[in-house]
């Protein structure tokens, strides 16, 4: 599975997007990015995962470039219950075993 | 529903005791897992089941014993633990797709210490 590269931490004022990055520059085709978070001493959650095209769901937007080397999480209305760390992973398609987490980016989200 | 429970929340046990962890679910997954979450680290495999087989096992210790007795539940066997093994331990499932790709769901874990 690719690596990804995140930074390691973000702020965001209540009420505001989140607009969270992730490079995956060795990505290739048959990887799919995955976005989990993880509130603090609760299990990963969950977010949306995509392959090359855009992803919305009722949590988050995923925007994957073209060439597919980078994509960004965003939360449209950040509230004060998602601080978190968010981990992007970029999965084989046809991996049914581990997801491998990075160190994630840890969102400080204030009033 | 993508509910994943566990038990206990909690778990406090000296390096002489025997103890057990409990996963389940009800989504009619047929993968399992076990990952190990030391504090301010990401989360890390320990064990997978498919189709109540173990499929992996990343090298853990013999003092973890996983425990598949079904396809609801997962169980994780405690047994001479050392302080170094506390940590948050987190059971996830999947349906197991062959041929696509899966998504993992996780339960709240368990925070394990061991005095």
């Known amino acids: 599975d690719a690596k990804t590269t995140q930074p390691p931490s973000m702020d965001c004022a209540e009420g505001r997007a989140a607009n969270l990055p992730c490079n995956h520059s060795t990505i290739s085709g048959n990887e799919y990015v995955y976005w989990y978070r993880q509130i603090h001493s609760q299990g990963p959650q969950y977010i949306i995962h995509?392959?090359?095209n855009n992803e919305t769901n009722e949590m988050a937007s995923l925007i994957i470039t073209e060439d597919r080397k980078s994509s960004t999480l965003i939360l449209p209305h950040a509230t004060l219950r998602d601080t978190a760390v968010y981990y992007c992973?970029?999965?084989?398609?046809?991996?049914?075993?581990?997801?491998?987490f990075g160190t994630g980016t840890r969102l400080q989200v204030f009033p | 529903d993508t509910e994943v429970t566990q038990t206990p929340k909690h778990l406090v046990m000296g390096m002489t005791n025997k103890k057990s962890l409990k996963c389940e679910q009800h989504?009619?997954?047929?993968?399992m897992y076990w990952y190990k979450q030391k504090a301010k680290k990401p989360p890390e495999l320990m064990f997978v089941?498919?189709?109540?087989?173990?499929?992996i096992n990343e090298s853990v210790p013999s003092r973890f014993s996983p425990e598949c007795p079904n396809s609801s539940l997962l169980n994780l066997h405690l047994h001479a633990l050392q302080p170094e093994d506390s940590a948050l331990y987190l059971c996830?499932?999947?349906?197991?797709?062959?041929?696509?790709?899966?998504?993992?769901?996780f339960g709240p874990g368990t925070r394990l210490t061991v005095l």
């Open positions: 992973i970029v999965r084989y398609r046809y991996n049914t075993d581990k997801l491998i």
């Open positions: 989504m009619g997954h047929r993968a």
């Open positions: 996830a499932s999947s349906q197991a797709l062959r041929g696509n790709t899966d998504t993992q769901y």
């Open positions: 089941y498919s189709y109540e087989k173990l499929s």
């Open positions: 995509g392959l090359k």
